[in-house]
Every structure is written in C-alpha cells, then in structure tokens.
C-alpha cells in the first residue's frame, strides 16, 4: 500500500543534542512538507520541498535542517538550537507542489526533552 | 495578516447533526480543505471547496462561499466515531496551506 511512514514513533532528546525524523514515501508525490503541531495551535510550516535538492524555510525554520537527497525521503534534524522542541512532528506530501491537491499525512512523531 | 478561526470545542449528541464554522482571511485562495484528526494521530482528508456552494460526501458536507470568507463542515448521524479535531486549511496564492487550530468535537451518547 502507497503511504508515508514517519519513525519514530517517540523520540528523547537530551539538551545539546541533535536528532532526526525520518520520513519516506512511496506515493511518487514531487512536494513534502514537515509540520509541528502544538496544542491549541494550527499546524505551522517548518519547510518544504518541491522537487528532489531542492528546499524552502517555512514559517519556523530556525533550529531545524532538513534534506531532500532523494524523491522518497525528507527527514528532519531538529538541532541544540532550537530551545523548544516537544511537539508531535508530522510529515505531509502532496502531488505537486502547485497543484490544489490535498497533503497526506504519516503518522507522526512525538519529540520530548528528557 | 493570514487567519483561519475556528471554535476550539463543540459537543453534540450522538445521532444528531453539527455544523463547524471555519472563517478566513489569506492572501489569496485556491481552495479550502477539512481535515479529520484523531488524537494522537495523523489528520486524514475530508474534503475540498474551490467554488461556492455545498459539497456532499456520504454524513459528511462542506459549504463554501468566498465572498464571506467562510466554510463549514456538516456532519449527519453523528457517531461515538466522530469524535475527533476537525481542521480547517486554505491553500493561499502560494499553493501554501494556512491551518485553523482544530475544532474539537466530543459526542456523548
């Protein structure tokens, strides 16, 4: 089945650290996209990518690095920089990127500070 | 500025209808979009609105009318299931999507 897998699942960061969230997907869509959900608040940007090497800084791009080396694969390192990590980190890919098509999503993972 | 507003919490009683309201302002518009999410888990697409007017899928209807600025999600014959956030997104000029916080919908039996 065509889909998008995040893992993990749960993640512990330890301060000074640098961690990273997979995400691949097996839907040949050329855009994905990385969101943190916070609670209370709409899902807000961290970056995008339109097509293979190629990446934009969303809305809250600092302390967080991403890479699109290839079609499937879009993970994220959230780096020491960013101060305030613990959230639930969802992964999104869409058809194309400029197309009116709707995001899907993986399942998600859950950062937390230890 | 971009703004999607949505109420935070709504109840409703199993087997009845409820109406979620999501209005916006962004820069530009190529459409609306409902998204299901369970907690814990990933959204899952409900539906698309690009042109005014009612769209009917199964319980599930949304209704659009861009002069106003707003959508709504109709759900019939709620179910204990139903129980989820309901998110409002709009896709800007920029084919960028803006998020509402999530409507939280608790049914009771």
């Known amino acids: 089945d065509g889909g998008i897998t995040q893992s993990p699942k749960y993640l512990f960061r330890k301060e000074g650290q640098n961690v990273t969230l997979s995400c691949e997907q097996n839907?040949?869509?050329?855009?994905m996209y990385w969101y943190r959900q916070d609670p209370g608040q709409g899902l807000r940007l961290i970056y995008y990518s339109q097509i293979v090497n190629d990446f934009q800084k969303g809305d809250i791009a600092e302390g967080y690095s991403v890479s699109r080396e290839k079609k499937e694969s879009f993970p994220l390192t959230v780096t020491s920089a960013q101060k305030n990590p613990t959230a639930f980190y969802l992964c999104?890919?869409?058809?194309?990127?400029?197309?009116?098509?709707?995001?899907?999503f993986g399942d998600g993972t859950r950062l937390s500070i230890l | 500025g971009q703004n999607i507003d949505q109420p935070t919490e709504m109840t409703a009683t199993e087997g009845a209808i409820v109406q979620i309201n999501c209005t916006y302002q962004t820069s530009g518009f190529n459409g609306l979009f409902w998204y299901q999410q369970h907690a814990g888990e990933a959204p899952t697409f409900l539906s698309y609105n690009v042109l005014d007017g009612l769209e009917e899928k199964g319980r599930f209807s949304s209704f659009l009318s861009r002069s106003k600025g707003y959508s709504y999600l109709l759900l019939k014959e709620l179910q204990m299931k139903d129980s989820a956030s309901y998110l409002c997104?709009?896709?800007?000029?920029?084919?960028?999507?803006?998020w509402g916080a999530g409507t939280k919908l608790i049914i009771k039996p």
């Open positions: 839907l040949n869509h050329d855009a």
């Open positions: 999104a890919s869409s058809i194309s990127p400029d197309l009116a098509q709707p995001q899907h």
């Open positions: 997104a709009v896709m800007d000029s920029n084919y960028q999507l803006i």
